[in-house]
């Protein structure tokens, strides 16, 4: 066979193998995998580098409302732009419904919001605000035979938090439908009340964001989604896992035989609460929910990621200039804590971090990297196998990463919209130099390479979680 394209002489790495191989590519699809692929169009050197499938970011926040006078740094250009530039092939992105407001006119915004403008191929979550009888029992189980096979539910936030009614009848549908339901876990009463104490105190500072949203609120919201969901009988995802106590909570469910798949992301291993206590309002710059608790939670989290109680490593892209009326430094925010925009950039940062803090440190090996970058993200919503893996017959979506490469982050190589990184001066060992979408090469000697955006949009399968179609 002639193929489009061959990449020749690099070490393959999937969730579980790692071998030498050429691959070749046909019509965007992974067409051959053996030794001297040589008759191709185009060939392309990959001799020392890992031949990896591309990233798939399943928690990213683009072009979201984020209240009054607020903007959210990236839209679907810039955020995916940055996506490729990180070494991601798939974002899954929130589609945020309004009080009020039914999902599909909520879709319609977003697929207008990323029509044409994707760097890299997008599908959607539907956030659930108003999970009204119309919603849960009409919308909801057509979309998700539609592709929308997934969703989020919030238990802090006002304005987007659920009560337990509410999730619990969301959860019920998601069984019903065979939806994957992620939960947003912190205790939004008890941080209210710590707000209003802290008010007292006359405490304001952006450090006091980390201390009005304990370990423990995270804690016992973790632990109360778990139950409904027991109460249920139905699979959840804990996202953005901070600490330990939260975890362990994800451990016991698991042993009482419920299925509930973890998520941290990089602010967990990387930043602490005391980044919140940076001089002149630099603290602004690392407010996120939940927010980076200590180094020993830093350390728990390596050990998710190590033995397995994480099954997904995402972003939460989730960013807001600093320093910007629009942005973290809004007139309010500048004054109280609560008014600076929750959430941080890290798209393009996800998998350098992990690779040269995880496997180039010997925490995790290369195919535990692969899983829980890309494939585990594929399997659980519903892209495998055509996205997450090396194989015949899949998209040919495929990252080419340089072990040896150094680089220093700068806010400037990441293309995002924010005006910082939380990771500025971070060395790192290890890049992805090359990416190709369905073939097609996006990213050449870690620059992108085209102008226009060539992802598409990914209508999804149900989750793995979810064998048989519900
Ligand atoms: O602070 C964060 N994480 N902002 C993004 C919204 C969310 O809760 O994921
Ligand atoms: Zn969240
Ligand atoms: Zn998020």
Redesign the pocket.
């Known amino acids: 066979m002639r193929f489009d394209t061959v990449i020749r002489h690099g070490t393959v790495v999937t969730a579980s193998d790692t071998f030498v191989s050429d691959v070749g590519i046909k019509d965007g699809r992974i067409a051959a995998l053996a030794a001297d692929l040589t008759d191709a169009d185009e060939v392309i050197d990959a001799t020392g580098l890992f031949v990896m499938p591309g990233g798939i970011d399943s928690?990213v926040?683009l072009d979201q409302p984020s209240g009054d006078g607020i903007v959210m740094a990236d839209d679907f250009d810039s955020g995916t732009r940055s996506a490729a530039i990180g070494g991601n092939s798939t974002v899954l992105a929130f589609c945020m419904q309004e009080k009020g407001q039914s999902l599909r006119e909520a879709l319609k915004i977003y697929h207008a919001k990323a029509e044409g403008k994707c760097h890299v191929n997008v599908a959607f979550h539907l956030v659930i605000t108003d999970p009204t009888p119309e919603v849960l029992g009409q919308e909801l189980p057509a979309l998700v035979e539609d592709g929308y096979t997934s969703l989020k539910v919030?238990m802090t936030?006002e304005g987007l938090r659920l009560r337990d009614d509410e999730i619990l009848a969301t959860l019920d549908t998601a069984r019903r439908t065979g939806a994957l339901v992620m939960v947003?876990c912190e205790n939004e009463d008890a941080i209210r009340y710590l707000i209003g104490r802290h008010e007292e105190e006359g405490k304001f500072a952006p450090k006091f964001h980390a201390t009005t949203r304990p370990v423990a609120a995270e804690r016992e919201a973790t632990h109360r989604a778990l139950s409904l969901a027991e109460i249920v009988d139905v699979p959840i995802v804990i996202?953005?896992v901070s600490n330990r106590e939260a975890m362990e909570e994800i451990r016991r469910a698991r042993q009482r035989g419920q299925k509930i798949v973890g998520e941290t992301c990089p602010q967990y291993l990387m930043l602490t609460a005391d980044d919140l206590d940076r001089s002149e309002m630099e603290g602004a710059k690392y407010?996120?929910?939940?927010p980076p608790r200590d180094k020993a939670s830093q350390d728990a989290c390596w050990e998710g990621l190590e033995q397995g109680v994480f099954d997904l490593f995402s972003s939460?892209h989730?960013p807001f200039r600093f320093d910007d009326p629009e942005g973290k430094l809004n007139e309010q925010g500048k004054r109280h804590f609560r008014w600076i925009p929750?959430?941080?950039p890290g798209v393009a940062t996800r998998l350098p971090i992990l690779f040269s803090e995880g496997v180039m440190k010997g925490r995790i090996d290369i195919n535990q990297f692969v899983a829980v970058t890309s494939t585990n993200h594929a399997k659980l919503y519903g892209l495998y196998p055509r996205k997450g893996t090396i194989a015949i017959g899949a998209d040919a979506d495929i990252a080419l990463w340089d072990p040896n490469k150094r680089i220093t982050l700068t806010n400037d190589i990441l293309l995002h919209g924010a005006d910082y990184t939380p990771y500025e001066g971070q060395e790192l060992r290890g890049w992805p130099v090359h990416l190709l979408l369905g073939g097609e090469t996006i990213v050449k000697d870690g620059l992108l390479t085209q102008r226009d955006g060539r992802g598409s949009y990914l209508k999804r399968k149900r989750s793995s979680l979810f064998p048989r179609e519900a």
């Open positions: 928690h926040h919030f936030y947003h996202v953005h407010v996120c929910s939940p939460d989730c929750n959430g941080i």
